[in-house]
């Protein structure tokens, strides 16, 4: 009797009939014991030959197929008859006198090369394998396995790489969500029978981790080609670090999630393991082509469609990667500003509020969609409340004190109020930066008006300057000591340059490292005094023609070659240079010419800004001051003096005040009448406009003239002192009396607030074997015969400074002295600050910061650190090491105490 068989699918078939042509047997047809049904195209075309599938339930339609073919054709008869039952006559007809089975696995051996055998691993994988094998094997079969044994690994690798259209190698988290921006491969997909689809899609969580759960949920719930940004809200909703239990909205905000997924439950590990894929995406698209990186942005933006529309948006802050994220996050950071920002009248801000304005700004710089130029505004908020943090100090005693405190202190203050002034695309933010600039306004305010009133007792007194140096002094007192030592100079005006422009400008040359900064006994920078008012047909013919002097270009050239025979002074119109030159050839001769002392170049960038754009959002630097950067390339021999005439005021928008006059000038007017609120009068011989007196105005925001971008010409120091900054190609010993300049960036600049409690200084208390003492016990009442009085109390001694006995340890331990001595050494003074200063700053500082502790010169930070780390990494154990922003250095204390053998000092 015939035997209940299974279906043969129509690839079986195929290949064997392909197996059956390839054997060259003579014979026309074959039986096949399958159950008679097809469903497919009667005929297949196998090469060039044509043949014709029957099904055959009995006996009687077999031999009438055979009687029926058409002489081209060839036969494959279906039937689940018995050899016996279809008889020797009809057999004798067909291949082999005999009907062949259909196993599967044979067929799966065929179309991996035939000379192999199968690993049990990949038979008890199940039968969907060998039938998904057969019938989506490509037509010149699939890549035979390295030996003669076909592994599961190696079956399913090819098997998944052919559905998802991927290499077998790329079936990783990467390729997945690659496959998932392809809708027609995923329609592949979801079109395979539900046995072959569950089966890969258990392969590939075994071969691509569990990312492969979340993709293949989101492809088969028809949101494949949203997998990506599925997977960046993925790492929204299960953020990283945060307690196993979520609270009850994160739970809900899932929750909105899974129908995205087919109502799949993702576990921490999947969704983990899916964000960080998805993110992993969008880097490498980022990175790439820019049709990728249009791509990226296209995720981006339907993963903030998505969350729209699961009302998960409020939730996007914990992004690193989405636009919206990064909104979110500099609305909070906004916030934190605007809580840390000082009542009217308050002496400080509260610490704790600007350590949280300082973490919401981490969060803002940690945004890999971040704006930059919006972190750094947020950056110059962030140090603009440690400033207002700090109590304000006594009003300077001297015109010398308040051009150092302009120079040393305010100019920082300037230079990041002028990014808090020109403020932020969002109007939250904005207005904490508005809030914030009105109290830092209200400080400065003071002491530009403190400002003022030396300055004006100054000049109306006649005072001598003593150490001040004066615009007129800078070619006999700076320039000519230069020269009489036998070094030449090319000194630069930057035209309009102020302090918070020469800080910039200053850092540009630092990073690029082909330059040392000098400064008088290596000490802190200096500052000069422009003459009244400050205005550049003033102020540039006395720095040329050291005396007070008023006259254009030509008295500028006369006075100079008067004083200095054989040097140069060239101006703007000397400078342009024709098509293809970046040097003119007779400036660079005179530059390069040893017979030439002294080079004085004007540039007047800074100054141009003031009619035609906005000084107060450019970066100034060797890129943006024009033709700067290639004077000095062409000046590596001599000393370089950078200087201006005056410097400037911004314009303060809607918050600038006009005030009526008869002058056209825009920051000064004759004396006539009493100087109004805001202003002052100046008269004596360093007035040398408007008969020797004028109307200045100290307050910033006043004006006199037509709008423009900026102003000079008034008594505010932003105006009145003129940076001095002095350069040597790494020669630190080039000027007499200068040496290599320290850190010039005050404290509150470069360090941000941390608590005072915490793990460092702890561990540096348990180094230093800090121990609490127990009270003394009381004696009973009926302990002695005679009541006597109670002892005085000893007084307990101070206790000790965690942080001094540390390193008082460190530098008496015999692992230091064994290290110290193999090396070249730090002297010991210089590691004690320095390690000092990272303990007490919870194993954290700039390198700046260490600088300035140690007593180190800016140019030689990197080489210390260096040093410093060197003698400190025991047998390779990152005990000092330099952040990835790579300005900030990390001690690991306990590290530290456990390799230098500190536990029990």
């Known amino acids: 009797m015939s035997i209940t068989r299974a279906a043969v699918r129509p690839a079986a078939v195929r290949r064997k009939v392909e197996s059956w042509l390839a054997e060259r047997d003579d014979t026309d047809a074959i039986v096949l014991h399958a159950r008679p049904e097809w469903t497919d195209e009667p005929t297949l075309t196998v090469g060039e030959t044509t043949v014709r599938v029957v099904p055959c339930p009995t006996p009687i339609a077999a031999r009438a197929a055979l009687v029926d073919r ?54 008890r994988t199940g039968r969907w394998v060998a039938d998904a094998l057969t019938d989506l094997a490509p037509a010149e079969g699939w890549a035979p396995p390295t030996g003669l044994i076909l592994t599961r690994d190696h079956a399913l690798r090819h098997l998944a790489g052919a559905v998802l259209g991927l290499d077998p190698d790329e079936l990783d988290g990467a390729g997945l969500l690659q496959w998932s921006t392809d809708a027609p491969t995923q329609l592949r997909f979801a079109d395979l029978p539900a046995d072959w689809a569950e089966g890969i899609g258990t392969f590939l969580a075994e071969a691509a981790g569990p990312v492969a759960v979340p993709v293949l ?21 299960w953020p990283r670090g945060v307690p196993t239990t979520p609270d009850v909205e994160l739970v809900v905000a899932r929750a909105r999630l899974e129908p995205r997924l087919g109502g799949t439950r993702l576990t921490e590990t999947q969704a983990t393991a899916f964000g960080e894929a998805a993110e992993a995406w969008i880097y490498r698209a980022l990175d790439g082509e820019p049709a990728a990186r249009h791509d990226a942005r296209r995720m981006l933006r339907r993963a903030e469609e998505i969350a729209e529309e699961i009302d998960v948006a409020g939730r996007l802050a914990a992004s690193a990667l989405l636009p919206a994220g990064f909104t979110q996050r500099m609305r909070a950071f906004g916030a934190a500003v605007r809580l840390a920002v000082p009542a009217t009248g308050a002496a400080a801000t509260v610490g704790e509020l600007i350590e949280r304005a300082q973490d919401r700004l981490a969060e803002v710089e940690a945004h890999r969609s971040a704006d930059r130029s919006r972190v750094e505004t947020a950056r110059m908020a962030v140090r603009l409340l440690r400033w207002l943090a700090l109590p304000d100090g006594p009003t ?87 020269l009489d030592n036998g070094r030449r100079v090319l000194m630069v005006v930057l035209d309009g340059m102020g302090v918070a422009a020469g800080i910039e400008i200053a850092d540009s040359l630092g990073r690029s490292g082909a330059w040392t900064e000098l400064t008088p006994g290596g000490g802190p920078r200096t500052g000069v005094l422009a003459a009244l008012p400050t205005v550049t047909q003033v102020n540039r013919c006395s720095l040329f023609s050291g005396r007070l002097a008023v006259g254009d270009r030509s008295a500028e050239l006369r006075a100079f070659s008067a004083q200095f025979p054989g040097s140069v002074l060239l101006h703007k119109s000397d400078l342009r240079t024709p098509a293809g030159l970046a040097v003119d050839p007779e400036v660079a001769a005179a530059i390069g010419d040893p017979a030439v002392p002294l080079v004085a170049a004007v540039i007047n960038t800074i100054d ?19 033709g700067l950067r290639d004077l000095l390339a062409v000046a590596q021999d001599r000393v370089v003096v950078l200087v201006s005439d005056h410097g400037h005021v911004v314009d303060r928008g809607s918050d600038a005040l006009l005030v009526p006059s008869d002058s056209s000038e825009n920051r000064w007017r004759p004396a006539i009448g009493e100087p109004g609120n805001g202003e002052l009068i100046f008269r004596g011989s360093r007035v040398a406009l408007g008969g020797g007196a004028t109307i200045l105005p100290w307050r910033e925001e006043l004006r006199y ?61 348990t180094a230093a074997g800090r121990t609490t003492r127990r009270p003394a016990r009381q004696p009973a009442q009926d302990e002695g015969l005679f009541d006597l009085p109670a002892p005085s109390p000893v007084a307990a001694p101070p206790p000790a400074d965690p942080t001094k006995t540390l390193v008082g340890a460190l530098l008496d331990s015999a692992v230091y002295a064994d290290r110290r001595g193999t090396r070249a050494p730090l002297p010991d003074e210089r590691v004690a600050a320095m390690v000092a200063t990272l303990v007490a700053g919870n194993g ?62």
């Open 70 to 123: 058409a002489a081209h054709e060839k036969l494959v008869l279906l039937t689940d008859l018995t050899d016996m039952e279809l008889g020797d006559g009809l057999l004798a007809h067909v291949s082999m006198q005999k009907g062949r089975s259909v196993d599967p696995w044979d067929l799966v051996t065929q179309v991996f090369g035939g000379q192999i055998r199968l690993d049990s691993t990949l038979v």
């Open 217 to 237: 949920a989101a492809v088969r719930a028809g949101h494949g080609v949203d997998a990506i940004p599925l997977g960046l809200l993925a790492e929204v909703l």
């Open 396 to 482: 300077p005693a001297t015109m010398l004190d308040a051009v150092h405190r302009q120079v040393r202190e305010d100019g920082w203050v300037d230079r990041a109020r002028l990014d808090v002034f020109a403020g932020d695309v969002d109007q939250q933010v904005a207005q904490a930066y508005r809030l914030l600039h009105t109290a830092v306004d209200t400080r400065r305010a003071r002491h530009d008006r403190e400002f003022a009133d030396l300055l004006q007792d100054m000049i109306c007194a006649e005072r001598e300057p003593g150490a001040l140096l004066r615009v007129e002094d800078v070619l006999d007192r700076v320039v000519r000591p230069v």
């Open 608 to 626: 141009d800004a003031l009619d035609r754009s906005d000084p107060g959002t450019i970066e100034w630097g060797t890129d943006t001051v024009n």
């Open 705 to 765: 003239g037509p709008r423009k971008a900026g102003y000079h010409g008034g008594a505010a120091p932003a105006e009145a002192v003129i940076p001095l900054l002095l350069f040597a190609a790494h020669d630190e010993n080039a000027v007499p009396g200068w040496a290599g300049a320290p850190v010039s960036s005050p404290e509150w600049w470069r360090e941000p607030l941390r608590p005072t409690e915490a793990t460092p200084v702890h561990a540096a208390r």
């Open 844 to 905: 954290r500082a700039t390198l700046e910061t260490l600088a300035t502790r140690a007593g180190v010169p800016v140019h030689r930070v990197p080489g210390t650190f260096a040093a410093l780390r060197r003698l400190l990494q025991v047998e390779g154990y990152p005990v000092l090491s330099l952040d990835p922003d790579g300005r900030t250095a990390k001690l690991d204390v306990p590290l530290l105490i456990e390799q230098f053998g500190l536990e029990a000092s």
